[in-house]
C-alpha cells in the first residue's frame, strides 16, 4: 500500500534526488528540484513523496512561478516534476 506524507525531513532529500534521477535517468531534473527548494518559490507543505514498504518511491511538488504579461503578473502553483521509479511506474501501468 502507498501513502502520500509531506516530505519536510531533510533525510528526505537525498532518497528524494535518487527517485527523481532514476526517474527521468538524468541529474538535470534532480538539479531542478535542488534549485526549487532552494528558492522563494518552494512551498514545503506542497512537496509530497509516495513510499512502499517504507521506501521513497515517487515525488510530486508544487511551487510558485510568476506568469508575466504585457499588461499583469500573477504567482501561481505549478506542479512540476512528477517523479517515480521506473519499476513503479510498470506496476502502476499493469
Same mark, same amino acid.
Given at each position: 500500500m502507498m501513502r502520500l506524507p509531506i516530505s519536510r525531513l531533510d533525510a528526505d532529500y537525498a532518497a528524494v534526488r535518487d527517485v527523481?534521477?532514476?526517474a527521468f535517468d538524468q541529474d538535470v531534473i534532480a538539479d531542478l528540484v535542488d534549485r526549487i527548494r532552494s528558492s522563494g518559490n518552494y512551498v514545503p507543505e506542497l512537496s509530497f513523496v509516495a513510499e512502499r514498504d517504507g521506501k521513497i518511491v515517487g515525488h510530486i511538488m508544487l511551487s510558485y512561478v510568476d506568469l *508575466?504579461?504585457?499588461?499583469s503578473a500573477r504567482r501561481v502553483?505549478?506542479?512540476s516534476p512528477?517523479? *517515480?521509479l521506473p519499476v513503479e511506474q510498470v506496476l502502476l501501468a499493469d
Open positions: 527523481v534521477r532514476e *508575466v504579461g504585457k499588461r502553483l505549478t506542479l512528477v517523479s *517515480v
